[in-house]
């Protein structure tokens, strides 16, 4: 078993700026890669951003590419979204997520996850 806690949820205004940790306890040498997703209400749970643990290579969504970073502490226990440049369409809830099984370039499918986190609220004002 893998446990996920956000962190660093908040309210910005449009153009500032957020960073959000998932830290990652219990079996932590099974994860193969850490994702996070969102969810605006009353839409689909979407793809921002993942990082494989063996190999660090990252994986972003088109709508975050340049504005959103994915990094990894040494251990790989904390995985952390640097937000920059935030949107009012950025506002959701967001997931940090574990895949447990190995991949050169980490997924943006969620079925790929196995272990989710509670979530954290973003909420940006225009």
């Known amino acids: 078993q893998v446990q996920l806690v956000e962190s660093g949820g908040g309210l910005v205004q449009a153009g500032g700026s957020l960073r959000l940790a998932c830290a990652a306890s219990?079996?932590?040498?099974?994860?193969?890669?850490m994702g996070w997703f969102r969810q605006a209400p009353g839409k689909e749970r979407d793809f921002v951003a993942a990082?494989?643990?063996?190999?660090?290579?990252?994986t972003y969504a088109d709508s975050v590419k340049g504005r959103f970073t994915i990094s990894r502490d040494n251990a790989g226990n904390t995985v952390y979204l640097q937000m920059n440049s935030l949107k009012p369409e950025d506002t959701a809830v967001y997931y940090c997520?574990?895949?447990?099984?190995?991949?050169?370039?980490?997924?943006?499918?969620?079925?790929?996850?196995?272990?989710w986190g509670q979530g954290t609220q973003v909420t940006v004002s225009s």
């Open positions: 997520a574990a895949d447990i099984s190995f991949k050169w370039v980490p997924s943006y499918a969620g079925e790929e996850y196995d272990y």
């Open positions: 990082i494989g643990l063996r190999t660090s290579s990252t």
């Open positions: 219990g079996r932590t040498n099974a994860r193969g890669a």
